[in-house]
C-alpha cells in the first residue's frame, strides 16, 4: 500500500477544493501551501470582521491566481471553526478538538441543546414536501441526461476516429489522428488505432517534440538518422484542412528536393485522400484548397523566385548546407497569412557540418541551452531541438545503421554519429579542442608582454585580438577581441583606445597592410589613422600559407599537456572561426577566403609577428625608445 503523504486529503466528489491539486495518488489531493495560508488569512479577517466576504473573496483570487466565489468562501466560515482555526483550539488525549485556549467549550454546530424544536420550524405541507421531491427528481434527471450526453459525444468521436483509421485509400476523406482526437478516447480503442496500420506515427522523444513544439523559428538537428525528413514533410500537415493554408519545403537542390517528393507521395494521398500533386508546378493540392509547395535554392539570388508570395510555413531541410543566412531571414519576410486561425511557422532541420554551419550554430545553438526556448534579436521565439541515431527505432535497433556512422573519419563520425556542432566539415584546424584551447579570464601579471593584431574590414567586420605571453613557458593567450563592422579609422582607433585603458601600457600591435595603402584619396589611410589616435602599429607579414602553418603548429598540444595557444571565453568570434573555418577548395594549403575569417586573419597576424617572451628588465631599461613619437609633427603621422 503506497504511503500517503501528510496533508494529503482524500477526493469526494468532481469538484477540486480550493487549495489543493491533483496528484499521482489515486483518490487523493495534495496541499497548496500558499493558497491555504491565504484562504486562513482571510476567513481570520473575515471572522474578525476586518473585510467582507466579497472582498475577501477578490483578495484570495487575485493573491493566489484561482478564482473562488464569496459564497464558496462563505462555505468554509459555515464549517466547524476548529476545522479551520485549529491554532485556536485545544484537544484531549485521543486528539479531539475540545476547548479554546480560553477554556470556552468549542461551538457545535446545529441547534443548541438548551432550545427546543417548534413544529412549525420544521413541518411542510404535502404540497411542499411534494415539490421538494419533484425538485431532487429533476435535479437527477437532468445529470443522468448529462452523462448520456456526453457518452454520446465520445462514442461519437471514436465512431468517427475508427471511421478515419479503417477507411481505404481511396476514400476522400483525412486520415490524420491527432494527439488530442486520441486523448478523448478510452486506454482500449486507444491502443487499438496505436496497433493498426497507421501511416506515420512520429517516434517518442525528440521527433514528438519537434511536431508539438510552439515557438515561431524552430531547428530539428544533430546526428544523422534521427528521423528530420519524415518530421519535416508531416509538420506542414497541421493546417492542410484549411483552405488558406500555403506551405513551402525546400532543399539546397534538385535531386535532393526529388527524394522529398518521393516520400511525400507515399504519406500525402493516404493522409489526405484526393490530395493531387503537379509535376511541373512541384506543388501539392489539398481536398481543402489548402497547398505544400516544393522548390530549391542553390544560389541567394534563386530566393527572389518566391518575391510577393505569402506562406504560412516554411522550411528548410539540411540548411546548414546555405553558405549564409542571408535566404533564410529573406524568406521569413514571406511568412504570413490572411487566416487569424493559423499560426506561421518557420521550421529547418540540419546535421553538423556544411557551408552554413556556423551561422546555424550562432543563430539556434549558442544563444540558450538544448530544448530551451528563446527570443532571437529579431524578436521571433525559437528553440533548438536535438536529435540523435537512438530516436529512430527502425534505424537503431540492428545497429547496421550506427556501425556504417562509426567507421567515417572521425570529423565526419563526431558530426553524424554523436551530433557534435563544435567541429566542422572540411574544418582548416581539425586540432582546435575546447578542452585544450579555450580557457576561463583571470588576471594578467603586470609584467608579462601585451600584443595585438588588427584586421581591418568597413562593410566586413573589423577585427582586433589582444594577447599576452606566459612568461613561464611562452604560451600565447588571447584575453579580448573586438568584432564589429561599419568603422572608420578613427573610429577603430577610438574604441581600441577605450578598451585598452584597462592596460597598464599600450599595446604594440601590426595591421593589415591593407589598412595603409592610399586608394586614390588625399586623406590619411587606416593606418596613418590609428597611428594618429597614438596606436604603435606596423605593416603584418601576410604571408598565407606560412601564417596558416604557423597557427598549427600553436595548436599544438605540448607534452606538458598545454598547447602554445589558449583564448578567453570572452572571445567567441575567434573560437567559432578556428572551429568552422574551413579549407580552400582550389588550394587546400590554405583556409577558404570567402568564409568568415577576419578573426582568423587578425591571428595569423599575430603570430606572424614572431611575439616573443621579453625580459621585464630590458623592457623597463628600453621604455624610453618606445615612447611613440609622430613622424610629422604637423599631421601626427
Not at 566542422?424 to 586540432?431: D, K, Q, R, S
Request: aromatic content about 10%; charged content about 30%; some cysteine.
Amino acid at each position: 500500500m503506497t504511503d500517503i503523504p501528510k496533508g494529503y486529503i482524500k477526493k469526494k466528489g468532481y469538484v477540486v477544493p480550493f487549495g489543493y491539486k491533483l496528484t499521482t495518488i489515486e483518490g487523493y489531493l495534495a496541499p497548496i501551501p500558499l493558497q491555504l495560508d491565504e484562504l486562513h488569512k482571510q476567513l481570520q479577517r473575515v471572522y474578525n470582521k476586518e473585510s467582507s466576504l466579497r472582498e475577501a473573496a477578490l483578495l484570495l483570487s487575485e493573491k493566489t491566481g484561482r478564482k473562488i466565489s464569496h459564497v464558496a468562501l462563505k462555505g468554509y466560515l459555515d464549517k466547524d471553526l476548529w476545522l479551520i482555526f485549529p491554532e485556536e483550539y485545544v484537544t484531549d488525549a485521543n486528539g479531539k478538538f475540545v476547548l479554546t485556549k480560553s477554556g470556552n467549550p468549542k461551538k457545535k454546530s446545529g441547534r443548541p441543546k438548551s432550545t427546543t424544536q417548534t413544529k412549525a420550524q420544521y413541518t411542510y405541507s404535502a404540497k411542499h414536501k411534494r415539490k421538494i421531491a419533484l425538485a431532487k427528481k429533476q435535479r437527477e434527471v437532468k445529470k443522468a441526461a448529462d452523462r448520456v450526453r456526453q457518452q454520446k459525444e465520445r462514442l461519437a468521436k471514436e465512431k468517427e476516429l475508427i471511421a478515419k483509421v479503417e477507411a481505404p485509400p481511396s476514400a476522400k476523406k483525412s486520415k490524420v489522428v491527432s494527439t488530442d482526437e486520441l486523448a478523448i478516447t478510452t486506454p482500449t480503442l486507444q491502443e487499438a488505432i496505436k496497433d493498426s496500420k497507421v501511416i506515420f506515427h512520429a517516434n517518442e522523444g525528440p521527433q514528438t517534440d519537434f511536431l508539438a513544439a510552439g515557438e515561431k523559428d524552430v531547428l530539428y538537428g544533430g546526428a544523422a538518422g534521427g528521423g528530420k525528413s519524415y518530421a519535416m514533410l508531416v509538420d506542414p500537415l497541421r493546417y492542410a484542412h484549411k483552405k488558406a493554408h500555403r506551405a513551402l519545403i525546400l532543399r539546397r537542390s534538385m535531386p535532393e528536393l526529388r527524394e522529398m517528393i518521393d516520400k511525400s507521395r507515399e504519406l500525402y494521398p493516404l493522409a489526405f485522400p484526393g490530395a493531387k500533386f503537379r509535376e511541373v508546378e512541384k506543388l501539392w493540392n489539398f481536398p481543402s484548397g489548402a497547398k505544400v509547395e516544393f522548390g530549391f535554392l542553390e544560389r541567394d539570388a534563386d530566393v527572389y523566385r518566391y518575391q510577393g508570395q505569402a506562406y504560412s510555413w516554411i522550411g528548410f531541410d539540411e540548411i546548414t548546407h546555405l553558405p549564409t543566412e542571408f535566404s533564410w531571414n529573406y524568406l521569413a519576410s514571406r511568412l504570413r497569412t490572411t487566416d487569424s486561425d493559423i499560426q506561421t511557422y518557420l521550421r529547418c532541420t540540419a546535421n553538423p557540418g556544411g557551408v552554413g554551419s556556423h551561422w546555424v550554430k550562432k543563430r539556434y545553438i549558442e544563444p540558450a541551452e538544448y530544448n530551451t526556448s528563446f527570443k532571437g534579436s529579431d524578436g521571433l521565439s525559437r528553440k533548438f531541438i536535438p536529435a540523435k541515431l537512438a530516436d529512430n527505432p527502425y534505424l537503431a535497433e540492428d545497429g547496421v545503421y550506427e556501425q556504417m556512422l562509426s567507421s567515417l573519419p572521425p570529423t565526419q563520425r563526431r558530426q553524424l554519429l554523436e551530433g557534435n556542432w563544435d567541429v566542422a566539415e572540411g574544418a582548416a584546424f581539425t586540432e582546435f579542442e575546447p578542452q585544450y584551447h579555450i580557457i576561463p579570464p583571470f588576471e594578467i601579471p603586470i609584467a608579462w608582454e601585451r600584443v595585438k593584431g588588427i584586421d581591418y574590414g568597413y562593410a566586413s567586420e573589423s577585427c582586433c585580438l589582444w594577447g599576452t605571453l606566459d612568461t613561464n613557458d611562452g604560451t600565447l593567450i588571447i584575453y579580448r577581441e573586438l568584432y564589429q563592422k561599419g568603422l572608420t579609422g578613427v573610429d577603430l582607433g577610438s574604441i581600441i583606445t577605450e578598451m585598452e585603458l584597462q592596460d597598464p601600457f599600450s599595446v604594440p600591435g601590426v595591421l593589415d597592410t591593407a589598412a595603409w595603402s592610399k586608394t586614390g584619396t588625399t586623406g590619411p589611410t587606416v593606418g596613418e589613422s590609428l597611428v594618429r589616435e597614438g596606436h604603435k602599429l606596423r605593416r603584418a607579414d601576410k604571408n598565407r600559407i606560412q601564417g596558416k602553418i604557423q597557427i598549427h603548429e600553436y595548436l599544438k598540444v605540448r607534452e606538458s599537456g598545454r598547447p602554445k595557444l589558449q583564448i578567453f571565453n570572452t572571445c567567441p568570434n575567434l573560437i567559432r572561426e578556428l572551429q568552422s573555418i574551413p579549407l580552400s577548395k582550389t588550394n587546400p594549403e590554405d583556409v577558404d577566403t570567402h568564409a568568415s575569417d577576419h578573426a582568423y586573419d587578425a591571428l595569423r597576424y599575430m603570430i606572424m609577428s614572431r611575439p616573443r617572451v621579453a625580459n621585464p628588465y630590458e623592457r623597463l631599461r628600453d621604455f624610453k625608445r618606445e615612447i611613440y613619437t609622430p613622424s610629422d609633427s604637423t599631421f601626427g603621422y
